[in-house]
């Protein structure tokens, strides 16, 4: 049974960092693009980072325009874990951070309909 469970969230002020933890069983990770989505109150869930896979060990980066030069995301194959390490949040983060993950190639990794796992979500509050 495939499980990807998150962690890290938080309530923070602006211009905080926070990392979240997404941990993944069930599957290995290595093989699948990894990916972070948001969903803020009353919005659509939303692409936040990526990390894709290319094809063997090869990984590409890819963020919104909204958390580029601001998110990072990291992943580390021999834990099943990814990382998204979030330096100068602002009240605009504030959303549920959700985990996912898609072994389909060729698929739109900004697309959530293309991913086959999902966490439960992690809180990230940022307020004053």
């Known amino acids: 049974q495939v499980q990807l469970v998150e962690s890290g969230g938080g309530s923070v002020r602006p211009g905080d960092s926070l990392t979240l933890t997404c941990a993944a069983s069930?599957?290995?990770?290595?093989?699948?693009?990894m990916t972070w989505f948001r969903q803020a109150p009353g919005k659509e869930r939303e692409f936040a980072a990526a990390s894709r896979r290319i094809g063997g060990s090869v990984y590409s980066s890819d963020y919104a325009d909204s958390v580029k030069g601001r998110f990072t995301i990291s992943r580390y194959n021999a834990k099943n874990t990814v990382y998204l390490e979030m330096t100068g949040l602002k009240f605009e983060d504030t959303a549920v951070y959700y985990c996912?993950?898609?072994?389909?190639?060729?698929?739109?990794?900004?697309?959530?309909?293309?991913?086959?796992?999902w966490g439960q979500g992690t809180q990230v509050t940022v307020s004053s």
């Open positions: 996912a993950a898609s072994g389909r190639s060729g698929s739109d990794h900004q697309d959530a309909n293309a991913y086959d796992y």
């Open positions: 069930g599957l290995t990770s290595r093989k699948y693009t």
